[in-house]
């Protein structure tokens, strides 16, 4: 299957977005895999009859949203299509990882009692070098790191978790099933930053990379901070959706 000429130039729809939707259907309905070179900027350009800047546009469109990604020297290749995560109801990433048809486990990189932060007791509404427990874990999905996460939680509610290892247990099931912790709902904060060269090592991306950090405060039924949350998402690997209804 090759990529044909069906942009419109009468249209209103902008050519480059044109471009980009024929590319687009040319990977999802051929026999394209992950990993193939799609053809060059000089080769599009002949086959769309367009300048190379709006070719340009059209590629930057489609790494934009993971359906392509560009490697120096070499070309712009098809790539795994980012997993799209839903913030519409309360759930973790190994509930996440299943639902994408994917085997979440972990990597464990330390579970032990420390002295609340002043930030983390803010968080948890508890006094500051108050005790909690921190769990901190890279996220693997069909063993690739996605993420990585630093849990603080209240002793008293998590203290039955110390002896498990959380390579291929989830953290929320241990919660429920073992602590008897009710949880209700949940509060957080996603924005872009740069993340830290200890993270990016752990997440195996390069130094300066963009990451999705997220912030999570996370309620007991009788409206208790129990849980503070600060994760690191690839974002060459994840996008967030939310449902909004009219009132």
């Not at 080769?43 to 392509?68: A, N, P, W, Y």
């Not at 759930?91 to 639902?99: A, G, I, L």
């Not at 998590?158 to 929320?172: E, R, V």
């Amino acid at each position: 299957m090759t990529i044909r000429n069906e942009i419109d130039k009468n249209s209103v729809i902008p050519i480059y977005h044109q471009i980009a939707e024929n590319i687009k259907s040319y990977i999802q309905k051929g026999d394209t895999k992950i990993g193939t070179l799609i053809p060059s900027e000089h080769e599009l350009c002949d086959i769309f009859e367009v300048s190379r800047m709006t070719i340009r546009k059209s590629i930057d469109t489609l790494v934009h949203e993971g359906i392509l990604v560009r490697k120096k020297g070499k070309g712009t290749f098809v790539c795994t299509p980012k997993r799209s995560l839903s913030r519409t109801s309360l759930t973790n990433f190994s509930r996440d990882m299943v639902e994408q048809g994917m085997v979440p486990t972990s990597f464990m990189l330390s579970l032990k009692v420390i002295p609340a932060s002043e930030k983390v007791s803010v968080k948890l509404n508890i006094k500051e070098g108050e005790r909690v427990i921190c769990l901190e874990r890279v996220r693997l999905a069909d063993d690739n790191p996605h993420a990585y996460e630093r849990s603080f939680l209240l002793y008293d509610y998590a203290k039955g978790i110390l002896d498990m290892d959380f390579s291929h247990h989830s953290l929320y099931d241990a919660l429920v099933h073992k602590c008897n912790v009710k949880m209700e709902k949940a509060k957080e904060v996603i924005e872009a930053t740069v993340c830290p060269s200890k993270i990016s090592a752990e997440l195996q991306i390069p130094l300066n990379t963009v990451t999705f950090y997220m912030e999570r405060i996370t309620y007991t039924e009788n409206n208790c901070p129990f849980e503070y949350v600060e994760s690191y998402y690839r974002t060459d690997k994840f996008k967030f959706y939310v449902e909004l209804d009219f009132k």
